[in-house]
């Protein structure tokens, strides 16, 4: 079966750094999103990785590693409002979303 | 740009009734889009895979007869729940896949509708 687990919640101060980890197994690779999502609203795109690596994209960034089936991102100099979930999702051989379940993230000033 | 939309963006009705909810892509023509049903504190659901010009496709599980997709043209898809009862109450959120944006797959999330069956 495809399965994508992240950790439920983690807390964190603000001003600091946080790693949110993921790890997956699916049929098939295309890809890996993560999305940010405050409470009641809809997913926002974040960041795509189908090369093993980091992207960095200000202060956000991302890895990734096939080969472990593995990937985290990394939030550096968190704020308030990065509380948030934050979703691990794999595109498999059908070009399908696989999603995990979410990290939610609470910031502590 | 590459901006979706969703109406309305909430709805109370009453058990028995059918809603529709539609997803617009704004400045982008999309083929391919796809509803989604999240509940309180859990992740995305894909519900079905609309592909405009044909049939949707569903996932296992969701009942093609309750949930009735149309994508009738490229940027519009409506998602109509028949004879609603109280556990369809969820946030539905479509996305949409730009046709012209190569090999990202990226999707671009509608803000959402929350559906409240009484």
């Known amino acids: 079966g495809q399965n994508i687990d992240q950790p439920t919640e983690m807390t964190a101060t603000e001003g600091a750094i946080v790693q949110i980890n993921c790890t997956y197994q699916t049929s098939g690779f295309n890809g890996l999103f993560w999305y940010q999502q405050h409470a009641g609203e809809a997913p926002t795109f974040l960041s795509y990785n189908v090369l093993d690596g980091l992207e960095e994209k200000g202060r956000f960034s991302s890895f990734l590693s096939r080969s472990k089936g593995y990937s985290y991102l990394l939030l550096k100099e968190l704020q308030m409002k990065d509380s948030a979930s934050y979703l691990c999702a794999v595109m498999d051989s059908n070009y399908q979303l696989i999603w995990g379940a979410g990290t939610k993230l609470i910031i502590k000033p | 740009g590459a901006v979706v939309s969703q109406h309305p963006s909430w709805v109370i009705c009453k058990s028995g009734t059918s809603v529709k909810i539609e997803c617009r892509s704004l400045?982008?023509?999309?083929?391919?889009m796809f509803w989604y049903r999240q509940f309180p504190k859990q992740s995305l659901m894909l519900m079905a895979t609309s592909n405009e010009g044909s049939k949707a496709t569903y996932e296992q599980g969701v009942e093609k007869d309750k949930f009735l997709i149309n994508h009738a043209s490229l940027t519009l898809s409506t998602l109509t729940v028949t004879s609603a009862h109280p556990e369809d109450s969820s946030f539905y959120i479509c996305s949409a896949r730009d046709q012209l944006a190569g090999d990202t797959y990226e999707q671009y999330f509608g803000p959402g509708t929350r559906l409240t069956v009484t």
């Open positions: 400045d982008f023509q999309a083929t391919t």
